[in-house]
């Protein structure tokens, strides 16, 4: 087959979508005023920024007050949990209930928190990769001051039960923040129905640009700001309001969560091929759940060869993908989210996720089936340690 | 995290892999845990490294280090292999990141670990020879 670039990295950046560029593109040299300013060219760029903000409102069943434009999606992560055990303080809160397989930027802030006297619950996840609401449930103390669970796994693609975690701690009058980066434009979100009183997301995952994020913070709620300066983002959030990336978010996350059901149906349909094919090969396992699981998501574990030899080895043909293994996390240990669904280390540091997207083609698909195969074929023949599995198991 | 072109040519291309049936020494360091295995085996004349082959499994750096260190053995006599240390090969491979620093250990001491087998299948003591193989600290 004839060599072809490939991008199946779409869980750590996607393109930008030529009509989010388009909507962008005037906001750099004709509407380029500043959103505060008194004239015009300021007030019309103001209003295109509450333009998008009805988009993301929309995107979430949220009202256009609740959404705050932020830089990222660490950023909305940062503020929830920093913003909440601030505001929640004096009263004496300093309990913060998490999972063990979040996101850094949500487990280094409650790191963080440790370290200023704040006690932090690790949620386990069972094997399919999924936090148990019951869990939550028994978790929750008097001095509890957040529940912070992801809405979908970056790794492994899981869906979390968010509705029945957010009913529990609507019953227990506990504040409930999602990270739902990896979740928005996947799957359909309804921050009323389904409990959410806190909800981070991002613009480069749903083919906006990167440095663009959002946060909907349910009314009622006011929390202490994380940036202070101007009176930008109704006094919450100081700084000149990036217009382009804004208006891209509001473009993207319109048509993202336009046509959810078809898109999915095409994209599962893509992955469940990419998943059958691969654990074709022998020693594979496929890593979470293939129910409740984000249509783009495939993370399979190759024994017997390490991940960041087989990324390079997927680049030299064309291929972009990712893995847990401890070499490509700049850390010793292999992925946290692999070792939390007790995959063994060396099993874990075989990992490889490809994340697909509507963008993706069927001869993509078939590339990626050819390639994989070939290339851990190569790494194996020069492994001792699949020498090894070969010869247990003979 | 950027990688050499030496280190990619090494990884893409890697010089001397496989086994040798009749080696006359094989050294095997690392572990899967921590990621890193390297299996090396040496055949000797008179003193003289005349062929080596490897088995790696790792990342690009160990693949990369177990070729260069291969290259860089491979002819030379004993006396000479000895005094091989990681920092040459890493000098040898244009440099490496310094997160992948302590793959390039595992190549030094595939390399002892494959004369001491030598030495003791020889009937002699090896430590005073090879000295010690220290376990990479890194990954303990």
Same mark, same amino acid.
């Given at each position: 087959?004839?060599?072809?670039?490939?991008?199946?990295?779409?869980?750590?950046?996607? %393109?930008?979508?030529?009509?989010? @560029?388009? $909507?962008?593109?005037?906001?750099?040299?004709?509407?380029?005023?500043?959103? /505060?300013?008194?004239?015009?060219?300021?007030?019309?760029?103001?209003?295109?920024?509450?333009?998008?903000?009805?988009?993301?409102?929309?995107?979430?069943?949220?009202?256009?007050?609740?959404?705050?434009?932020?830089?990222?999606?660490?950023?909305?992560?940062?503020?929830?949990?920093?913003?909440?055990?601030?505001?929640?303080?004096?009263?004496?809160?300093?309990?913060?209930?998490? $999972?063990?397989?979040?996101?850094? #930027?949500? !487990?280094?802030?409650? &790191?963080?928190?440790?370290?200023?006297?704040?006690?932090?619950?690790?949620?386990?996840?069972?094997?399919?990769?999924?936090?148990?609401?019951?869990?939550?449930?028994?978790?929750?103390?008097?001095?509890?001051?957040?529940?912070?669970?992801?809405?979908?796994?970056?790794?492994?693609?899981?869906?979390?039960?968010?509705?029945?975690?957010?009913?529990?701690?609507?019953?227990?009058?506990?504040?409930?923040?999602?990270?739902?980066?990896?979740?928005?434009?996947?799957?359909?979100?309804?921050?009323?129905?389904? =409990?959410?009183?806190?909800?981070?997301?991002?613009?480069?995952?749903?083919?906006? &640009?990167?440095?663009?994020?959002?946060?909907?913070?349910?009314?009622?709620?006011?929390?202490?700001?994380?940036?202070?300066?101007?009176? &930008?983002?109704?006094?919450?959030?100081?700084?000149?309001? =990036?217009?382009?990336?804004?208006?891209?978010?509001?473009?993207?996350?319109?048509?993202?969560?336009? =046509?959810?059901?078809?898109?999915?149906?095409?994209?599962?349909?893509?992955?469940? %091929? @990419?998943?059958?094919?691969?654990?074709?090969?022998?020693?594979?396992?496929?890593?979470?759940?293939?129910?409740?699981?984000?249509?783009?998501?495939?993370?399979?574990?190759?024994?017997?060869?390490?991940?960041?030899?087989?990324?390079?080895?997927?680049?030299?043909?064309?291929?972009?993908?990712? /893995?847990? /293994?401890?070499?490509?996390?700049?850390?010793?240990?292999?992925?946290?989210?692999?070792? #939390?669904?007790?995959?063994?280390?060396?099993?874990?540091?075989?990992?490889?996720?490809? $994340?697909?997207?509507?963008?993706?083609?069927?001869?993509?698909?078939?590339?990626?089936?050819?390639?994989?195969?070939?290339?851990?074929?190569?790494?194996? #023949?020069? $492994?001792? !340690?699949?020498?090894?599995?070969?010869?247990?198991?003979? | 995290?950027?990688?050499?072109?030496?280190?990619?040519?090494?990884?893409?291309?890697?010089?001397?892999? *496989?086994?040798?049936?009749?080696?006359? *020494?094989?050294?095997?360091?690392? +572990?899967?845990?921590?990621?890193?295995?390297?299996?090396?085996?040496?055949?000797?004349? +008179?003193?003289?490294?005349?062929?080596?082959?490897?088995?790696?499994?790792?990342?690009?750096?160990?693949?990369?280090?177990?070729?260069?260190?291969?290259?860089?053995?491979?002819?030379?006599?004993?006396?000479?292999?000895?005094?091989?240390?990681?920092?040459?090969?890493?000098?040898?491979?244009?440099?490496?990141?310094?997160?992948?620093?302590?793959?390039?250990?595992?190549?030094?001491?595939?390399?002892?670990?494959?004369?001491?087998?030598?030495?003791?299948?020889?009937?002699?003591?090896?430590?005073?020879?090879?000295?010690?193989?220290?376990?990479?600290?890194?990954?303990?």
């Amino acid at each position: 087959m004839e060599k072809r670039f490939v991008y199946a990295d779409n869980a750590a950046t996607t %393109r930008v979508s030529d009509e989010v @560029l388009k $909507s962008m593109l005037p906001y750099f040299t004709e509407h380029y005023g500043n959103a /505060s300013s008194i004239y015009k060219l300021g007030r019309d760029a103001q209003k295109d920024i509450e333009t998008a903000r009805g988009k993301v409102a929309k995107a979430l069943n949220a009202s256009p007050s609740e959404i705050f434009f932020t830089s990222c999606g660490s950023e909305s992560d940062n503020w929830a949990i920093r913003g909440v055990c601030e505001k929640l303080a004096p009263k004496g809160k300093k309990h913060i209930i998490t $999972s063990v397989f979040e996101h850094h #930027a949500i !487990l280094h802030t409650c &790191q963080y928190m440790e370290k200023h006297g704040y006690e932090v619950t690790y949620l386990p996840i069972n094997e399919q990769g999924f936090v148990n609401p019951e869990d939550v449930r028994n978790a929750i103390r008097e001095d509890t001051a957040i529940v912070s669970i992801m809405y979908a796994n970056n790794e492994i693609g899981t869906i979390q039960p968010i509705k029945e975690i957010g009913a529990i701690c609507r019953e227990k009058k506990v504040i409930f923040h999602t990270d739902a980066v990896q979740a928005v434009g996947n799957v359909p979100i309804d921050v009323q129905e389904q =409990n959410i009183d806190i909800l981070s997301l991002s613009g480069h995952k749903i083919h906006a &640009q990167k440095g663009i994020g959002a946060i909907y913070i349910k009314k009622g709620i006011s929390l202490p700001n994380l940036i202070f300066g101007g009176a &930008q983002e109704r006094n919450k959030r100081a700084g000149t309001e =990036n217009v382009p990336a804004i208006v891209g978010l509001g473009t993207a996350i319109e048509i993202a969560t336009s =046509n959810i059901p078809e898109k999915a149906k095409k994209v599962t349909a893509m992955r469940n %091929r @990419l998943i059958d094919g691969l654990l074709k090969l022998p020693r594979t396992r496929l890593n979470g759940s293939r129910e409740n699981r984000l249509a783009g998501n495939c993370n399979i574990s190759i024994e017997g060869v390490e991940g960041e030899s087989l990324l390079l080895k997927l680049d030299l043909n064309g291929i972009c993908a990712s /893995s847990g /293994s401890a070499c490509t996390s700049g850390s010793l240990d292999p992925s946290h989210v692999l070792l #939390a669904l007790g995959l063994k280390h060396e099993v874990a540091h075989g990992s490889l996720r490809l $994340s697909i997207s509507d963008e993706t083609t069927d001869e993509d698909i078939d590339y990626i089936l050819e390639v994989v195969p070939r290339v851990v074929e190569q790494l194996r #023949a020069m $492994s001792p !340690l699949w020498e090894k599995i070969i010869k247990e198991e003979k | 995290m950027q990688y050499s072109e030496k280190v990619l040519d090494h990884f893409s291309n890697p010089r001397n892999v *496989g086994e040798i049936e009749d080696a006359d *020494g094989i050294g095997e360091v690392g +572990n899967a845990k921590c990621g890193d295995i390297m299996k090396m085996y040496i055949k000797v004349d +008179n003193d003289i490294i005349t062929d080596v082959k490897f088995k790696t499994f790792g990342c690009g750096a160990a693949v990369a280090t177990s070729s260069m260190a291969t290259e860089l053995i491979k002819g030379q006599p004993i006396s000479e292999v000895l005094k091989l240390t990681n920092k040459a090969v890493v000098e040898a491979l244009d440099g490496l990141p310094a997160v992948k620093l302590h793959c390039s250990v595992l190549a030094e001491q595939a390399i002892k670990s494959a004369l001491s087998d030598y030495y003791t299948r020889k009937g002699i003591d090896p430590k005073p020879i090879v000295g010690d193989i220290e376990e990479c600290e890194a990954c303990h």
